[in-house]
């Protein structure tokens, strides 16, 4: 079993929908959770950074995180075609100078106008 | 957000050849730098975290010798990929880590290596 499971899609909304991103996880050290939007051939974009539980809203982006049932959230409200990109979550423990970020596989998200 | 910037862009070299990538944190100093290889439609992979003035730390199936890190100041890491293959041919992309109570790892726009 991955650390991080994501699903890969494709997942395709008309614009205007909202979309729900999901990461479930295995380690119950994790407390850092990110999620990163890339764009094909760019680098990724931090989008939301969240520690422990809870949510975190930041415009149409909404971050919860459920450390209960290792399950965290990104929700796009307003979905526009210009978040047609790949969204990754990310997540680390947080000890060391070596700490590194697991990452899911990333999902591939399309907005159709 | 802290702004990353990596050079170059992208490179096209011939087999044998060796190419430098380097990774610059413009507005922020960073301890740390990682460098990630990505492969069409692929999450990140990581390759080695890179230690402001210690040696780099290798991720397994890494070879150290071809892909050599150097970083030497806290705004700056190299990449240098040594007598390139084709099969090195790949997306690289550096990221560098803040420091303070809210860490995080921002990313450079990735730079895209073609071996021939």
């Known amino acids: 079993q991955k650390e991080v499971e994501q699903d890969p899609g494709p997942l395709s909304v008309p614009e205007g929908a909202i979309v729900s991103l999901n990461c479930t996880y295995s380690?119950?050290?994790?407390?850092?959770f990110m999620w990163y939007r890339q764009y094909s051939r760019k680098g990724p974009e931090l989008l939301m950074y969240?520690?422990s539980s809870g949510n975190k809203e930041d415009g149409r982006f909404t971050a919860q995180v459920d450390k209960s049932s290792k399950y965290i959230s990104l929700f796009i409200r307003d979905s526009q075609p210009s978040d047609s990109a790949t969204y990754l979550c990310?997540?680390?423990?947080?000890?060391?100078?070596?700490?590194?970020?697991?990452w899911g596989l990333g999902t591939s998200l399309a907005v159709n106008p | 957000g802290a702004v990353v910037s990596q050079h170059p862009s992208w490179v096209i070299c011939k087999s044998g050849t060796s190419v430098k990538i380097e990774c610059r944190s413009l507005?922020?100093?960073?301890?740390?730098m990682f460098w990630y290889r990505q492969f069409p439609k692929q999450s990140l992979m990581l390759m080695a975290t890179?230690?402001?003035?210690?040696?780099?730390?290798?991720e397994q199936g890494v070879e150290k010798d071809k892909f050599l890190i150097n970083h030497a100041s806290l705004t700056l890491s190299t990449l240098t990929v040594t007598s390139a293959h084709p099969e090195d041919s790949s997306f690289y992309i550096c990221?560098?880590?803040?420091?303070?109570?809210?860490?995080?790892?921002?990313f450079g726009p990735g730079t895209r290596l073609l071996v021939l």
């Open positions: 969240t520690y």
């Open positions: 507005d922020f100093q960073a301890t740390t």
């Open positions: 890179s230690n402001e003035g210690s040696k780099a730390t290798y």
């Open positions: 380690n119950s050290a994790f407390q850092y």
């Open positions: 990310a997540m680390s423990a947080g000890a060391g100078n070596n700490r590194k970020l697991i």
């Open positions: 990221s560098a880590r803040t420091s303070g109570r809210r860490e995080t790892q921002y």
